[in-house]
């Protein structure tokens, strides 16, 4: 027998990086670190600058991957397994560049203010090109090194450009100046070498301005979350980071202060502003039993709760890392600008030196030649295209997140931009989910029927189950201890306590089971409007129990807006007839589906992608995961479990049925202005590279020296930045 290969243990890595700048650059990274042996994926996403890494820690490691960085030009700043970590430290190095780029363009201005004034003819050639000089190695240092870094690996990128661009145009005035033609007036050119930098380096502190206002949503989100926890031990009170926070430890809350952590009340009373995570205005009442949430403010009362989720397990922190994580997803569109970036710096690099020697070849001079070769180089912007689909991500994203919509990657855009038919779950998602027990319908004595009925539910996560529960509290009856439970998906559930197993569910199921109903139970159950729980004792049937459960107020409204867009609504649930037609009259959804199973959600969903409609899953539940997964987009209101957000495209956190449309909006605000930036950013290169070159030259007379190359190229990426921020402000 062939012996079975141990099965691959991939780790997960965020990496910030230093010295990340355009489109080159991540095509570089992303093939150089996948071709390392044991890497399993390699995203870098070139707004935050950040690598997101799998790789097999059998075969290689950290050490490994930052040599291998190293070796390719850039620098990992930090090597963690936490995103929302990395992105702090991403933040970080951004806002130091700025400050960077904000001292060298004033260095530059300075010193190019002076090459331009009057009185800088008085002076000597020799001073001139002194002056030049420390423009071109103190202002622009970082392209020179960056330039440096990418020979190294035999590869070039935006630094490059730049770099040699200068360094041609200023050491060709070195050589005229101390060459063997010496003492030629070259003074008119040396400001050229100074412009250019300055305007890059405006161009690259406007961009880094504004990529930081790209990643404010994010970066409120750390902000808003305390540092501090008042913490409870051995009846004492004491302060301590909230790193020192561990599960189970007891947090006192007073008035006005923010939970450092997820937990549950134990002790005390309050009110909490929790419109951080769900967009409700109305603080939510929290009394023992409560859950609490971090980065949510206490409004009234001193609250005591057990410490659960701590750390990035926090609701708040794992919001945090979806966005970061949705972010390293590329679509389609932008794996085509990066293969197409891949070429670019090369082809203009051809262009360039092709371009000078034509102008040579028909007579002109080297200065001209020069300043031709120079602004070709200068005015090719790979940064614009390399940012023109991440940055209308990253703030598309932010903004969403804002609004309560997480979304799990940008191929989801394109998805939800152009759905057909919305499909919704009911209990839950169209209804509140918020059951309430309305009436009791025991073959005996009620209170042992609420007992069983309470025992057998304890363990479910269904909606009904806490609507059981609920009464179960409010009568003072205690559910029996179970020693067995099962919950089957879309039917009821199973389980044993001392007085038997107990079943309860659907009347469909209970008549795929074989299970007798008294043809009067049998007639309430099927024609009313209510939601309906049999129970069965040992197979024999005890009686029902009627739930109510109230439809989303927002619910109607959101129906209209749809059907205004020439989107069809459409029902699916696993309740009774009466109880769905209800529920989709009240909202005014004209097709419905009742009674269906999980898998039988997920061939309705089918069945519509076979009429070639894009569809859309809205579902809360367990039962609602495989149509989740089928829909070209599943969507997941947060108020769910797990499974259905871990099945969905995206998670709507503010469980308010208008985030649906919401997120129609957002996707296709993001689609358009993506759209835009790659316009620009080719029709840009288009445009001016060959005005550069001096194609338009000889036709009419145009051509652009390179301090005006160097700053269409600040323009051109610094205008795609801003196009992208636009979306902080869609109306939504």
């Given at each position: 027998m062939a012996a079975v290969p141990p099965v691959k243990k991939l780790k997960k890595a965020v990496v910030p990086l230093e010295g990340v700048h355009c489109a080159s650059c991540v095509t570089r990274l992303e093939n150089g670190l996948g071709s390392l042996a044991g890497m399993a994926g390699v995203s870098v996403n070139l707004p935050s600058r950040t690598a997101f890494i799998s790789y097999d820690a059998a075969v290689t490691g950290q050490k490994q991957i930052e040599e291998r960085i190293g070796d390719l030009g850039y620098k990992a700043l930090a090597f963690s397994e936490s995103a929302v970590s990395a992105e702090n430290t991403a933040l970080k190095e951004l806002e130091r560049e700025k400050a960077m780029f904000l001292r060298r363009f004033l260095l530059g201005l300075a010193l190019t203010g002076f090459l331009l004034a009057d009185y800088a003819f008085s002076f000597s050639e020799y001073t001139l090109m002194a002056v030049a000089g420390l423009a071109w190695w103190f202002a622009g240092r970082h392209f020179h090194e960056g330039f440096l870094r990418a020979s190294r690996a035999f590869t070039a990128d935006m630094n490059s450009l730049v770099s040699l661009s200068t360094t041609v145009t200023f050491l060709y005035g070195v050589w005229v100046t101390v060459g063997p033609a010496g003492g030629q007036h070259y003074h008119a050119q040396w400001h050229e070498v100074g412009m250019l930098i300055t305007f890059i380096n405006l161009g690259r502190w406007l961009e880094a301005r504004s990529k930081s206002k790209a990643g404010e949503a994010v970066a409120r989100l750390f902000k808003i979350a305390p540092k501090f926890a008042r913490r409870l031990r051995d009846g004492k009170e004491e302060t301590v980071p909230v790193d020192e926070i561990h599960p189970g430890d007891v947090i006192l809350l007073r008035p006005g202060e923010q939970a450092p952590v997820d937990g549950r009340v134990t002790a005390g009373a309050s009110a909490m502003d929790e419109s951080l995570l769900t967009g409700e205005a109305v603080p939510a009442e929290k009394e023992p039993g409560a859950r609490v949430y971090a980065g949510t403010v206490n409004k009234t009362g001193s609250l005591e709760f057990a410490a659960e989720g701590v750390g990035e397990e926090t609701v708040l922190m794992r919001i945090i890392k979806a966005v970061e994580e949705?972010?390293?997803?590329?679509?389609?569109?932008?794996?085509?600008?990066?293969?197409?970036?891949?070429?670019?710096?090369?082809?203009?690099?051809?262009?360039?030196?092709?371009?000078?020697?034509?102008?040579?070849?028909?007579?002109?001079?080297?200065?001209?030649?020069?300043?031709?070769?120079?602004?070709?180089?200068?005015?090719?912007?790979?940064?614009?295209?390399?940012?023109?689909?991440?940055?209308?991500?990253?703030?598309?994203?932010?903004?969403a997140a804002s609004a309560g919509i997480l979304i799990r990657n940008a191929d989801v855009l394109e998805r939800v931009s152009g759905v057909d038919v919305v499909i919704f779950d009911k209990t839950g998602t169209v209804t509140e989910g918020r059951l309430r027990l309305d009436g009791l319908f025991p073959e005996k004595n009620g209170r042992d029927f609420l007992k069983l009925l309470a025992s057998a539910e304890e363990r479910s996560e269904h909606p009904f189950a806490e609507a059981v529960r609920q009464k179960a509290r409010e009568a003072g009856v205690r559910p029996e201890p179970l020693t067995a439970f099962e919950a089957v998906p879309g039917k009821g559930v199973k389980a044993r306590s001392a007085d038997g197993e107990i079943l309860v569910g659907s009347l469909k199921w209970f008549d795929e089971l074989g299970l007798a109903v008294p043809p009067g139970a049998r007639e309430d159950i099927k024609g009313a409007p209510a939601s309906m729980l049999l129970l069965a004792l040992d197979g024999a049937y005890k009686g029902y129990?009627?739930?109510?459960?109230?439809?989303?107020?927002?619910?109607?409204?959101?129906?209209?807006?749809?059907?205004?867009?020439?989107?069809?609504?459409?029902?699916?649930?696993?309740?009774?007839?009466?109880?769905?037609?209800?529920?989709?009259?009240?909202?005014?959804?004209?097709?419905?589906?009742?009674?269906?199973?999980?898998?039988?959600?997920?061939?309705?969903?089918?069945?519509?992608?076979?009429?070639?409609?894009?569809?859309?899953?809205?579902?809360?539940?367990?039962?609602?995961?495989?149509?989740?997964?089928?829909?070209?987009?599943?969507?997941?209101?947060?108020?769910?479990?797990?499974?259905?957000?871990?099945?969905?495209?995206?998670?709507?956190?503010?469980?308010?049925?208008?985030?649906?449309?919401?997120?129609?909006?957002?996707?296709?605000?993001?689609?358009?202005?993506?759209?835009?930036?790659?316009a620009w950013a080719f029709a840009y290169n288009i445009v001016l590279i060959p005005l550069a070159a001096g194609a338009f030259y000889p036709s009419l007379g145009l051509v652009i020296p390179p301090s005006a190359a160097g700053a269409a190229m600040a323009l051109s990426s610094v205008s795609v930045v801003m196009n992208s921020l636009r979306l902080r402000r869609v109306k939504l």
């Open positions: 949705s972010q390293a997803e590329k679509s389609a569109v932008q794996h085509l600008v990066d293969r197409i970036s891949a070429w670019f710096v090369p082809a203009v690099f051809l262009v360039a030196a092709g371009s000078a020697a034509a102008w040579i070849y028909y007579g002109a001079g080297p200065a001209r030649a020069v300043s031709i070769f120079a602004a070709v180089l200068a005015v090719a912007c790979p940064c614009a295209m390399g940012l023109a689909v991440p940055m209308a991500v990253a703030v598309g994203f932010g903004r129990a009627a739930l109510a459960d109230a439809v989303r107020p927002e619910a109607a409204e959101l129906i209209k807006e749809l059907e205004a867009m020439g989107i069809e609504p459409v029902m699916a649930s696993g309740d009774r007839q009466a109880v769905v037609a209800h529920t989709a009259a009240a909202v005014g959804i004209k097709t419905f589906h009742a009674e269906v199973f999980p898998e039988e959600k997920r061939q309705i969903v089918m069945r519509y992608k076979a009429l070639g409609k894009r569809t859309a899953m809205v579902g809360d539940g367990f039962n609602d995961a495989p149509a989740l997964s089928e829909a070209d987009i599943g969507m997941a209101m947060r108020s769910g479990t797990d499974v259905a957000a871990q099945a969905s495209d995206m998670t709507l956190m503010h469980n308010d049925l208008r985030s649906v449309i919401t997120a129609v909006r957002i996707s296709k605000a993001i689609k358009r202005v993506i759209k835009q930036n790659l």
